[in-house]
């Protein structure tokens, strides 16, 4: 598992995940079983989803009688905890996708099983029934309740996600941003027909795990996802183990080959605002300064925060670049004739300079993130 980490850095619920790609919950299928037969090439699975209470699990009952799977039970404790234990001894990071009608049926879920999986929040289900027992959708349009749900977790010292529908709630950005307040660690966005606008929109508004679902069955969705912004992607409805297996492969070459498995695309070329790491000196008009002023740094903030930055690492070398330092160059594929040579003479790899530069948006993203949550602070 070393091995997974230094290649993709990611860790969930204290555990490495050892590839980014995921199974998504679908109701009366993804169970232990069904995880355990494709764990080979999945670092995470949330199974579900699971109805929690009485009015929920009525729910559930309802949309199995309309045809629907769903996973019926009279003790939702004793089905999860078989569930659970079946995974004990998998190397796939576990989450249980959860339906409940009140914060109180989630904390007691939390209260059973502690901190073993992660417990995710279905702020996704349109299904009538559901939406009427006060889960699913209707946590997006009634966010006050996610919110009192996500602390009821983070009172039981959990890890929380919230899987939810881009495009339903009124602003996905000011959603994404209030999950990140309310103290949860997951923002999984089934993106409907959004494609990557919607990952850099939560991206940008948010520092939490992102994992971007719908249709990411192609290692071409799949870096689309990431240089947008995702951490994981996610699969449901095709997640069989000859899809699962291609995209790890895929994924992995990639990471080696490149350094970085989801390096941003430069912020002149759409990218979202990790990609500040690539970008040079604010000294002409160009798609770094209304970027600057969105995250609410000055050009003085931002040369003084990546000059510190880089300080003692191989990017604040570099005298023959265009201005100096690594530090304002850009991504390896994009041509550089200095750069490269730089490069050579400090025996840099390609994959090292992306690793340093990696480095240096994380540092970024930590600076940008505590300003804003101290300015919420203050405010």
Known sequence: ?????????????DRIVKTPVAIASMAGIVDAAYVLERAEHVGAAFIGGYSIDRPTMEASRQMADAGRKEFLYDDPIEALGR??????????????????????????????FEDGVIYEIDAHCRQEPMI??????????????????????????????VK????????????????????ADIIHVDLMDFEHSKVRQ??????????????????ERAMDAFSHGADMVSVARKSDPW????????????????GWYNAPKQICRGG???????????????????TLRKVGLSPEDYLNLKQEAVKGTPLE??????????????????????????????????????RCKRRLSETIMQRIFDEAESGDESG
């Open 317 to 354: 070398g570099g005298a023959t670049t265009c201005f100096g330092s690594l530090a304002w160059c850009c991504k390896i594929s994009s041509p550089c004739m200095f750069r490269n040579m730089t490069l050579e003479s400090m025996n840099l790899s390609p994959q090292d300079y992306m």
């Open 243 to 258: 899809t699962l297996a291609g995209l790890d492969a895929a994924i992995t070459r990639a990471a080696e080959e490149g």
């Open 83 to 112: 569930e659970i234990s079946a995974l004990r001894s998998s190397d796939v990071v576990v989450g249980i996708n959860l339906r409940g009608s009140s914060p109180e049926s989630y904390a007691r879920v939390a209260g059973a």
């Open 132 to 161: 009427e027992a006060g889960c699913g959708e209707y946590l997006l349009e009634h966010r006050a309740k996610l919110l009192e749900i996500i602390r009821a977790l983070k009172a039981e010292d959990v890890t929380v996600s």
């Open 164 to 183: 939810m529908r881009a495009g339903v709630a009124a602003d996905d950005a000011a959603l994404a941003r209030s999950i990140w307040k309310a103290g």
């Open 202 to 219: 939560i991206r940008n508004a948010s520092p939490l795990t992102l994992i971007a679902n719908n249709s990411m069955t192609t290692f």
């Open 1 to 13: 598992m070393r091995e997974a980490y230094d290649r993709f850095e990611l860790t969930i619920n």
């Open 272 to 290: 979202d605002i990790r990609g500040l790491t690539f970008c040079c000196m604010p000294v002409k008009p160009c798609p770094l300064i209304p």
